[in-house]
């Protein structure tokens, strides 16, 4: 009987120890995803695109900052490496023909 009880209350302790370690892996896990969101929303900013005779022209879509221009992918790339250089940029809203002329350069360019 005495094995039994010490069989069944080593049973219950191991149990609530991996309970507890598996809670602490998925904490773990959920606070590194929350801070790699934190960094890319930080280090990315969203732009909005629009085409203006011929020119490429890229603004903050929050803030309506001018980013940079070119009149083509590797222009206003160029552009606007040279004055953010610490930031990366994802193309959020702007005109759909010139986004996809854009995508299109950048993707004939790799």
Request: hydrophobic share 35%; proline share 1%; with cysteine.
């Amino acid at each position: 009987m005495e094995f039994l009880i010490g069989f069944l209350t080593g049973f219950i302790v191991c149990g609530f120890m991996i309970k507890s370690a598996i809670n602490d892996a998925v904490e773990r896990i959920i606070t590194e995803e929350e801070q790699g969101n934190k960094k890319f929303n930080e280090d990315t900013i969203p732009a909005r695109l629009e085409l203006v005779d011929g020119q490429y022209l890229l603004y903050n879509n929050n803030t309506d900052e001018f980013l940079g221009q070119g009149s083509d992918y590797k222009e206003i790339l160029a552009s606007i490496k040279q004055r953010f250089k610490e930031y990366s940029f994802q193309i959020v809203a702007g005109d759909k023909t010139a986004i996809a002329e854009l995508k299109q350069q950048r993707d004939e360019s790799k």
